[in-house]
């Protein structure tokens, strides 16, 4: 199942593409026997069918929730403002640090795609919530900034970016870098 929040309560919260998933799981399907019997290496094994995605629905400001190999997955279109923010944050502030460049694609600095699991235990984190309004995690309070990186424990380190590239430029492809 994958939906799309949205920063502001009072607009449709949940966009549910059934249609998409349905898309993509029948790709998936279709293409393991292949897989299957071309005997993948394990590094193809490990990466998992690659999923395309649609990013023309996502507006500024939203989320898509996605699984992808059993894991969930954030795909979050950044709005200006929260690129600004994060470009503009020293690594003396960060926890684990690491520049908001190197956590997005050079030209693509609109789209965030970080695992959706809380660092410290594997809670899913909540979108623009908390004090530096990315995301925050509701078991033990753990807080992330627009970039996924963590602003506050106890979780320790950012979430992590899957392998993903972009077909072009509202289709993102996760799987493969
Ligand atoms: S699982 Fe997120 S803070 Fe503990």
Redesign the pocket.
């Known amino acids: 199942m994958t939906a799309i929040t949205a920063p502001n309560p009072s607009r449709r919260d949940f966009l549910y593409l059934a249609t998409g998933v349905a898309a993509a799981a029948g790709v998936a399907a279709a293409a393991w026997p292949l897989v299957d019997q071309m005997n993948p290496d394990r590094k193809t094994i490990a990466s998992g069918v690659p999923i395309e995605i649609d990013l023309a629905p996502i507006a500024p400001g939203q989320i898509l929730s996605l699984i992808w190999r059993g894991k969930p997955i954030f795909v979050r279109h950044r709005t200006a403002q929260e690129i600004a923010a994060e470009e503009a944050t020293p690594l003396s502030a960060l926890m684990d640090p690491q520049a908001d460049a190197d956590r997005v694609k050079p030209g693509k600095a609109q789209w965030l795609v970080v695992y959706a699991s ?6 899913i ?1 909540l979108g623009h919530r908390g004090d530096w309004g990315g995301w925050f ?6 807080q992330y900034d627009a970039s996924g990186r963590v602003r506050r ?3 320790a380190l950012n979430l992590p970016v899957p392998p993903y590239s972009f077909v072009d430029d509202t289709t993102l492809r996760i799987g493969e870098a």
């Open positions: 809380c660092t410290h235990l594997g809670c984190p995690c509701p078991c033990h309070g753990s424990g106890p979780a």
